[in-house]
C-alpha cells in the first residue's frame, strides 16, 4: 500500500512548541489587552452615571434640605401669630424674636410686612452679621436698620431708607396667593451681592383677619458654594437653573451674576462667564427647544471642545412653586486619561511578550525535543519486537522517570487507571455525604435564624435605639451560637484533608501548585485563629448591645422600678468616649459618691435622657475651660465630675451632678431651664436640653431640677424624684 505524507508532518516538533506558543501568548495577551479596554470604557460610561446621579442625588437632598428650612420658619411664626403667642404689634419684641431664630437657622432674612404699611425684621446681609430691620407705615425715610449686641438689643441705627410694603413681590404675591408661596427672586447690592427666594405666606390673627405676610429668605449664592464643595467640581460642572433659563447656582468659580453699575443683575445660563456652563447649556437648549420641555430626568452625551461630556439634566420641583433644573456635566477625559495609558502598556506588554515567548519556546522546544528523539527512536525499536531497550535522560527528571519505566507502561498505566477509577468514586461518595450534611445543616441554620429574627422584630417604631441594639443582639447571639458548631466542623473538614494526604498521596502538579498558592498550611493555621477572634468579636458585641439597652430602655412606656445607679453607669459608658485621655487633654476624672437606694419607679429612657443632658453640659463646659489651658495645667489642676446619690427622705431620692468648670453668672443660672437658652456658640447647642430636661423631672416624675453655680467654682445639678409615683402624674 503507498503511503501518503501530508504536509503537516513535514513540520519540524521545534516549530510546532514554537509557534502555537508564541500565538497564544500573543493572542491571550492581545486578547486581555483588549477586553481590558472595552471593559474599561464601559466602566466610564458605568462610573459616569454613578458619579452623576450620586452628585443629582446630593444636590437633591440638599436642595429639600435647605429650602424646606425658611418654609418651616414661617409656618412656625405665622402659627404662632395667629395662636396669640407673637405680638405683631410689639415690633420690638418681634424683631427681637427674630434675632433669635436667626441664630438658630441658616437663613438671610426673617421679617413681616402688615397691612398698616409697617414691618420688622431680622437680616444677614453680609452672611455673617444679623441687624435688625424697623419700618413704620408712611415715607419718607421711615425704614431704620439697627447694629444689634450679642443678646439681640438694637444699639445704635446704621441705616435709613424709604420703604414701601405695597411695592414689593415679596408682601403683594404671597397676600395675593393667598397661601404659602416661594416669591420672586430678588437682587439687592448692600454694599453685599444679595441674591435671595422667600419662602412667604399670609398671616392671619385668631379671628382670621388678615394681617399682612411674614417671610423667611434664602441666600441663593450659598447654593453656588455647595456646588463648588462636591467632589465632582474639580473635573465637571454642577449648575441650577430656572425653567425661564436664568442662572441660580453654579460649582464654577464664575459667580452667577453680573453688576452693572452697582447693580446686581441676574443672567442667564447660555450667557455665563464659564464657557463650559455656557455651552452646555446652549447645547441642552438646542436639543429640548428649551429648558420648559424638560419634564423628566434626561441622560445625554455632548461635545464641547471636540470632547464627548456626560450631561444629566434632572427636574427639581417643590409644592411652593419652585420649579427647577439641575446640570450635572462630567467631561470624558476625567476618566479615560488612565484607560489610554494602560492601554499603551498594554501593547508594549504585547510586544515584549512576543519577543519573550519567541526566545523561550525556542530553547524550551529545543531542551523538550531532544529526549523525545531519543525515546522516538526506542518506541520505534520497541514496535518492531525489540524490547531490551535502554534510554538514560539526564536533564529531565520526568522523561528520565518515563526511559526507566516504558517497558512496563501499559500494565502499570491499566493499574494507574483502576485504582484512579476507585479513588475517584471512594471521594465522589465521600464529598457528596459530607455536603449533603452540610446543606441540611445549613437549612436548619437558616429556618432557625428566620424564626429567631422574625419572632423578635421590634414592637414599635417609638422603639427606635431599643430596637436598634435588639436587631443587632440577634444575629451577634446566632453567630455567637453557631461559631461552635463552625469550629467543629471546621475540625472534621481538616481531619479529612489530613487523613485524604496520608492515604492517597499525589504528585499532581496541579494540587501542589493549588496548595500553594492557596498557603494550605498557613490556611489551616489561621482559620483556627480567626475562629476564636471572631467568638471574642460576638463576646465584645454583645456586652455593647447590653450597654445600649441599658442605657434606652425605650421599650418600657410605663412606670418601672429601676435601679438609678443602673442608669447612671450606662450613661457614663455612652459618653467614655469623651471623657477618657486624648493627646490634648487628660482624662476627666468622674468621682462616685453612691449612697444605697431604694429602686425607683420611673420612666428609665426619659431619665437616662436627663442624666445624657446634665453630663453632656458638664463636659462642654470642662472642655470650654480646658481649651485655654496647657497639658501640664489641667494635670496640676485635672478636669473633675462628681456624682453623688443619696435618700434625703424617706419618700425622696437624690443625684448630685458637679462639675469644677468655670461656672455660672447669676443671670446665666435663672435663665438655665428657659428654652431657646443656649451660651454655646451658633450651631452647638438649640438651648433645649435643659428645658426638656426639667420637664421631664417636675412634670413627667413630679420632682425637683435645681442648678447651683458661683462664677468661678463650678456648677452642681441636683435631681430630686421621689421613689414611687402618684397616679395623677401626667404621662
Known sequence: MKKHHFSISKIPLQMVLIIPFVLQIFGAVGLVGYLSFKNGQKAVNDLAEQLMARTSNIVDQHLNSYLSIPQKVSQINADAIQMGLLDVRNRKTVGKYFWKQMQVYDLSYIGIGLTTGEGVGAARYDGKTVTIDDWGSKPPKNWFTYATDKQGNRTSVIATLDWNNFKEPWYTEPVKAGRPIWSRIVTINYQYPYIAASAARPIYDAQNHLLGMISADIHLLKLSEFLRSLDISRSGQVFIVERNGMLIANSSTQQPFTVVKEDIRRIKAT???????????????????????????????????????????????????????????????????????????????????????????????????????????????????????????????????????????????????????????????????????????????????????????????????????????????????????????????????HLYQQRHPSNDPEVQALAEEIDLEFLIEDLQKMLASMKMGTDRIRNIVLSLRNFSRMDEAEFKAVDLHEGIESTLLILQHRLKDKPECPAIVVIRDYGKLPEVECYPGQLNQVLMNVLVNAIDALDEINANRSYQEIEANPSQISIRTSISNSQLVEIAIADNAGGMSEEVKNRIFNPFFTTKAVGKGTGMGMAISYQIITEKHGGKLECFSTLGQGSEFIIQLPTQQQVSIAV
Open 271 to 497: 450667557d455665563s462667564p464659564d464657557p463650559s456652563v455656557q455651552a452646555i447649556a446652549k447645547q441642552i437648549q438646542q436639543t429640548f427647544n428649551g429648558f420648559e420641555s424638560i419634564t423628566e430626568s434626561k441622560k445625554l452625551q455632548l461635545n464641547w471642545q471636540g470632547e464627548p461630556n456626560f450631561v444629566n439634566v434632572i427636574p427639581w420641583r417643590d409644592k411652593y412653586g419652585l420649579d427647577w433644573l439641575v446640570v450635572v456635566s462630567v467631561p470624558e477625559h476625567a476618566f479615560m486619561g488612565q484607560i489610554n495609558a494602560n492601554t499603551h502598556t498594554t501593547i508594549l506588554l504585547c510586544l515584549g511578550a512576543l519577543v519573550v515567548a519567541t526566545l523561550m519556546g525556542y530553547l524550551t522546544s529545543h531542551w523538550i525535543t531532544q529526549p523525545i528523539l531519543q525515546i522516538n527512536r526506542a518506541s520505534q525499536a520497541m514496535a518492531l519486537g525489540n524490547l531490551d531497550q535502554t534510554l538514560d535522560i539526564k536533564n529531565i527528571q520526568e522523561l528520565n522517570v518515563l526511559a526507566h519505566s516504558f517497558n512496563h507502561m501499559a500494565g502499570q498505566l491499566r493499574e494507574s487507571f483502576s485504582a484512579l477509577e476507585n479513588s475517584k468514586t471512594e471521594l465522589e461518595d465521600k464529598v457528596e455525604e459530607r455536603t449533603a450534611e452540610l446543606k441540611t445543616a445549613l437549612d436548619e441554620l437558616q429556618h432557625s435564624q428566620a424564626q429567631v429574627i422574625q419572632s423578635e422584630k421590634m414592637s414599635s417604631l417609638g422603639q427606635l435605639v431599643a430596637g436598634v441594639a435588639h436587631e443587632i443582639n440577634n444575629p451577634v447571639n446566632f453567630i455567637h451560637g453557631n461559631i461552635t458548631y463552625l469550629n467543629e466542623y471546621t475540625q472534621d473538614l481538616l481531619r479529612m484533608i
